[in-house]
Structure formats: C-alpha cells, structure tokens
C-alpha cells in the first residue's frame, strides 16, 4: 500500500488529455512539492516534473503538473503514442523522513 | 554527459552477501545526495535510503532500516547498495539517482541493476 494514491490505470486517444491525480496528506504533498517520473517499458524513471508544475529541459509542454492542497496531477495534452508509460507521483514526507512514492499509473493510448 | 552507471545483473542464493554499485560521471559528484529506489517484478517504486557522498551523512526509509546498508567512496565517485545475507524477496531492479537542485527530485537515474535470489 504506497503512502501516495495514484489511479492504477488512465487511457486516452492520440489527440486528447488525460490527467492522473496523485494523493496525500498533510505531511507530504501538504507541505512539500511533488515530482512527477515517467517510466517506458523496460527502462529506468525519467523526471518529468518537479516542484509541482516545472518541467525539466527537454520535457515537452504538453506535459504540466499541479498542485492543491494534499492532491497533485499531471496532465498530458496532445497525447501521443509514445506517452505510453507507467506515471509515477513523489514527495518528501515529513513524518517518514523520505521520499514516498505512488503506486504508479498505467497510461495507455488507444 | 551527466550519468550514473550501475553495476551488472546479479543471480544469488538465499543468505549470500552482495554488494552493487552507481558510478557517477560529468558532474562534481561529491555535491549530490544519491539515493537508491527498488522496484519488484511487476511492482511500483520505493525509496530504500540516500547518501551524501562528501561526509556519507546516510538516511534510510523505515522499511529498509537494518535491511541494507548504503555507502560511498567519493576518491571513486560510487555509491554502494550492499546486503549481508539475501532473501528471495529481495528479487528486484534496483535503481540509483541523483538528487538534483529541482526540489530535490531524482533528476539523473542510473540503468538499474536486477538482482535475483534463488536457491
């Protein structure tokens, strides 16, 4: 059971937008910022976004990140066939002194 | 080029020792905290512990406290992953990574290493 709930799985169509919510509670997403890491099959987890919504050069913007109050997402627009990943939310917890991490969704595009 | 280089695929029996390691290169090393994350067959990512590599200051999440011990040689630019006796449920892809300035997020990830325990 991951500290950080995340949807097991999200779907979309080329074209469309798709979200995943990430959520927490107060002594994580509450008081510090979320990372957001894709993960293709069979390689090792890219950052994608960090401090809630800041995209690493060479992310491209149809990838942004949000926060609210304990919850986080991620958005996708312009979904492609090659955002076909596993998603991944993450946050410092202040109670476990360390990163916890979401379950992970599985994005597939139809 | 900024990387992480992980050390090789591994196949131990139960109670074994092992030792993996996460060379850096293309950036000052020593100013970096590395972590390690593991990552079961067909399973999400946890975070095992993180070091400091210039004063090998060490913090471990609960759930791996005891169970493996994390270390650095910064002359050598590698952080260490090490068991003194495996377990078939240590059976996982283990990843290094860097924690970078952006929040702290891993922003640099080595290959990964599998480790597989049976006897």
């Known amino acids: 059971q991951s500290v950080l709930t995340q949807p097991p799985s999200a779907s979309g169509t080329p074209g469309q937008r798709v979200t995943i919510s990430c959520s927490g509670s107060?002594?994580?997403?509450?008081?510090?910022?979320v990372n957001w890491y894709q993960q293709l099959p069979g390689t090792a987890p890219k950052l994608l976004i960090y401090?809630?919504?800041q995209r690493p050069s060479g992310v491209p913007d149809r990838f942004s990140g949000s926060k609210s109050g304990t919850s986080a997402s991620l958005a996708i627009s312009g979904l492609q066939s090659e955002d076909e990943a596993h998603y991944y939310c993450?946050?410092?917890?202040?109670?476990?002194?360390?990163?916890?991490f979401g379950g992970g969704t599985k994005l597939t595009v139809l | 080029e900024v990387q992480l280089v992980q050390s090789g695929a591994e196949v131990k029996k139960p109670g074994e020792s092992l030792k993996i390691s996460c060379k850096g290169s293309?950036?000052?090393?020593?100013?970096?905290?590395i972590g390690w994350v593991r990552q079961m067959p067909g399973k999400g990512l946890e975070w095992m512990g993180i070091?400091?590599?210039?004063?090998?200051?060490?913090r471990y999440s609960p759930s791996f406290q005891g169970q493996v011990t994390i270390s650095a040689d910064k002359s050598i630019s590698t952080a260490y992953l090490q068991w003194s006796s495996l377990k078939a449920s240590d059976t996982a892809m283990y990843f290094c990574?860097?924690?970078?300035?952006?929040?702290?997020?891993?922003?640099?990830w080595g290959q990964g290493t599998m480790v597989t325990v049976s006897s």
């Open positions: 070091i400091y590599p210039v004063d090998s200051d060490t």
């Open positions: 401090s809630n919504n």
């Open positions: 293309g950036y000052s090393f020593t100013t970096y905290w």
């Open positions: 993450a946050a410092l917890d202040d109670s476990l002194n360390g990163w916890v």
């Open positions: 107060s002594s994580n997403i509450g008081s510090n910022t």
């Open positions: 990574a860097r924690q970078g300035d952006g929040g702290g997020a891993f922003d640099i």
